[in-house]
């Protein structure tokens, strides 16, 4: 059978590449999140808003400025007019957690209250593997959990409740007193109610009106109606992300995350129509997603990208699909151990295993967010009930960071509890390290303690 692609003479839209220098060079790279480019209407709107061309980043400033000396005023003027809506609340209220139940089907209730209760279950099982509080020796550390956390809850044209569950629910798993919501409104000034539905079961239980950068700022700096936090989490847009860069030491930050990207580690055992699909499932996230094929065959690379095209047809999102599988592209390895090098070179999101002996294969993996093993182990299932967070480092930042786990919500204090035998026993040799530093007020504070015992 010829495919439609063919028949039609249409260039086939996932490129293949050969061998590891052309991987790197057109394939396997990334543009900044330093100075994003923006599009060309979005840059004409922000110009009409300040009255002068700015920069992304300029931007941002401006309205971080701005929330830090109106609050609430500033906050409330950003989010309505770049989301179209209009509220006078800016505090969700109970009824309309209640109305959210109602108004979301019984199916999809089931399905979210079990996604979050995977979740739960996962990074319960993670807490019991983390780090304990101790004291030995007159030293030691506490655990605990940080007080308030912020929950960015992602999605306007796309409500996305289960990066809700994804996000808070290891903080709830963590024992934070506080968890804060902010999101979008629509139009007429709700909020979506499966955000609200996901964010009960995730345990978030306040939730404000506030989108974008104006929201970072409020939970950053704390306003008229929205908490100051300690720490905010969650993925957003570029905005979002500029925001979470500027305000960090003012608040924590669990990551900065850019656009998703998934890379298929394939070998010609691999089914094409499965390693379409998984490129397809993040390519219909963002036009700029990175869907990458890593596989050790021209054959199956070119299956596959007739496959791409075959399902394109099927996809409600196919444009923004279509655009991100430009981005990315397809790489024929040399061989198995080429294409693993080629993988944690590239340290993605997502890295998807599709070979005859996945297993195999894991110990090598040295940088990904997260490793799905097999055909069984679809990344989409991480993305809602297989149990870990599916809040993953991006941009290559899998090679020192992790995935959003319970841990990013506990903080450590050491502490210090010595005897009188220990500052005998320590002193001298602290009091000697210090005169070396030239630090005196240092070694004194030490020596009078000795001179007077």
């Known amino acids: 059978m010829t495919p439609p692609a063919a028949k039609a003479g ?109 979740v739960r279950r996962y990074h319960r099982t993670q807490l019991r593997h983390g780090p304990q509080s101790f004291s030995e020796r007159g030293t030691g550390m506490i655990v605990r959990p940080i007080e308030r956390a912020g929950i960015y809850m992602t999605g306007s044209d796309a409500a996305l409740p289960s990066s809700v569950i994804h996000t808070a629910v290891p903080g709830a798993v963590a024992g934070v007193e506080h968890l804060i919501g902010v999101t979008a409104a629509r139009p007429d000034g709700s909020v979506n109610p499966l955000k609200l539905v996901a964010a009960r079961f995730a345990g978030i239980r306040r939730v404000f009106r506030a989108s974008g950068a104006q929201a970072i700022a409020a939970l950053a700096f704390g306003t008229e109606t929205i908490p100051r936090v300690d720490k905010i989490f969650g993925p957003g847009g570029i905005f979002v992300t500029l925001a979470k860069q500027q305000l960090y030491g003012r608040v924590g930050i669990d990551a900065i995350y850019g656009p998703t990207e998934t890379l298929v580690l394939a070998d010609d055992s691999a089914a094409p129509d499965l390693c379409a699909a998984d490129l397809l499932a993040q390519a219909e996230h963002d036009v700029l997603a990175t869907p990458i094929l890593i596989t050790t065959s021209r054959a199956h690379a070119e299956a596959v990208a007739v496959e791409v095209e075959l399902q394109l047809e099927t996809l409600e999102r196919a444009e923004i699909a279509r655009a991100a599988i430009a981005r990315g592209g397809a790489v024929v390895a040399a061989d198995i151990d080429e294409a693993i090098a080629l993988a944690n070179e590239f340290a993605p999101e997502h890295l998807c295993l599709l070979t005859r002996q996945p297993e195999t294969l894991v110990h090598r993996v040295r940088n990904a967010g997260g490793i799905f093993v097999g055909e069984s182990s679809p990344e989409v ?28 919500f506990l903080k450590i204090t050491s502490t210090v509890n010595l005897s009188e035998g220990d500052l005998q026993r320590l002193g001298p040799f602290a009091a000697t390290i210090a005169r070396a530093e030239g630090l005196t007020g240092h070694a004194r504070s030490i020596e009078r303690r000795l001179e007077g015992r």
């Open 10 to 118: 249409r260039e086939l839209t996932l490129r293949i590449v050969e061998g590891a220098d052309a991987a790197r060079a057109e394939v396997l790279r990334r543009d900044p999140l330093s100075e994003p480019v923006l599009p060309d209407a979005l840059s004409q709107s922000i110009a009409e808003l300040w009255g002068a061309p700015l920069s992304a980043r300029e931007h941002v400033a401006r309205i971080i400025a701005d929330v830090a000396r109106e609050g609430d005023a500033a906050v409330a003027r950003y989010s309505q007019r770049f989301d179209g809506s209009t509220y006078t609340t800016v505090e969700v209220s109970p009824d309309e957690f209640t109305e959210a139940f109602e108004l979301v089907s019984p199916e999809q209730r089931e399905a979210l209250e079990f996604a979050a209760e995977r």
């Open 381 to 408: 299932l991480g993305d809602y009930t297989a149990g870990p967070s599916h809040v993953m480092p991006t941009g290559g930042s899998a090679r020192f960071a992790s995935p959003l786990s319970v841990l990013d």
